[in-house]
């Protein structure tokens, strides 16, 4: 398979992937621009492998995770107080009022923890699936998706919302 | 708390960041077009002209020595990098990568120009001195692999998807590749460096982004 019959079957569930991972369109797309630059040019050893999307998946994530320094560089990052940002107002439907809030509390995950809770719920990946993707073990896996969601629980936020629920 | 439906659904939704297809296919295409100019313009024999003097160089090092690793004298004759900066680490100057690897290609060049290569038959440990020059030429000492095989020209431009020429296409080469971090970003690169075994034709360099499976060509040395 070329490159370009690739990037025709995949590209688009790529360009969610990316943006669901990252979950900035820009940086999503450089995200991707850089994965994709990365391994076009080796693709004949690539399209070779069994899992060739899986392949590209990872690069992306790799290099979603390795940004990291980078980004705490030349980013301003959302701030963890969320209390401090605005709330949804009342009339706002409960609807739209969670999906802020989860918005909000995905953003604020660490990347490991996020890249975890995006291969197992959007992916659906099972954890020696998302072991490999992230290069990591079964158990680091694990340890990562337990604090993410007990950071999207307990969250402040979180509860004080449950607590408006009818 | 959070259901896992709920979960599910917020990050479908943040599907909304998807980037567009569409930029990402122009950018790609751009820089595939760039990687075409910057591979024919090295293309040829110029670089392989050389590679050939470094690794003749190395190689009479090699044959007085029995060491595999060029001698001081002759890393610093291919040696890119301004005074100064570390060895080990890529090339990092404000010329463009493509002036970089021109000019690591002319030095190369000029340090071997009295040199030819015998090679009938060449020994292994002339080859691997080859790549550990050029790798050096290049930029980078350390490069991740020095692997060759013993083909024909035909079979090599079949790998290398570019039109060969049809009237030595079942002479012997030797097609090295040498794969490191050649680029200023010190990004993966790969560099095929074709020997004719004939003497017929000169050598020539195909890179940055040659990278093809030996394997499929014959038995990989290293």
Known sequence: ?166 | MITTDELQRALTEQERFAPDPAQLRQLLAATAARRQRTRRRLGGPLLLAAAVAAVATTTAIVSSTGDTVPSGRTAASVDTRPAGQPTGAPVTTAESEQDRIMKAVERCQASAEPVRLDSAQPEPDAIRALGVACAAALGDRQPRSIEWVRTTVRELYVQLRAGGPATYADDPVIALQLVGAFTQAGGSGAFIVMIDLTGKQPPSVQGPDAAINLAVLGRVQR
């Open chain 1, 1 to 166: 398979m070329e490159f370009e019959e690739f990037l025709d079957r995949e590209l688009v569930a790529l360009t969610r992937f990316a943006g669901v991972l990252v979950g900035n369109r820009q940086d999503a797309h450089d995200v991707l621009a850089d994965a994709l630059l990365a391994v076009g040019p080796q693709w004949q050893r690539i399209s070779r492998l069994d899992h060739p999307t899986a392949y590209v998946r990872k690069a992306v994530v790799n290099r979603f995770l390795a940004d990291r320094r980078k980004a705490g560089r030349r980013r301003t990052e959302t701030t963890g107080e969320a209390h401090r940002l605005d709330r949804p107002v009342d009339d706002v439907s409960t609807a739209i009022g969670n999906r802020d809030l989860l918005d909000r509390l995905l953003r604020d995950l660490p990347r490991q923890q996020r890249s975890v809770v995006v291969l197992r719920y959007y992916l659906g990946l099972n954890d020696a699936a998302v072991a490999d993707q992230l290069g990591c073990s079964v158990s680091s896996v694990r340890s990562n998706m337990s604090r993410a969601l007990a950071r999207l629980r307990v969250s402040p936020e979180l509860l004080e919302s449950e607590a408006r629920r009818p």
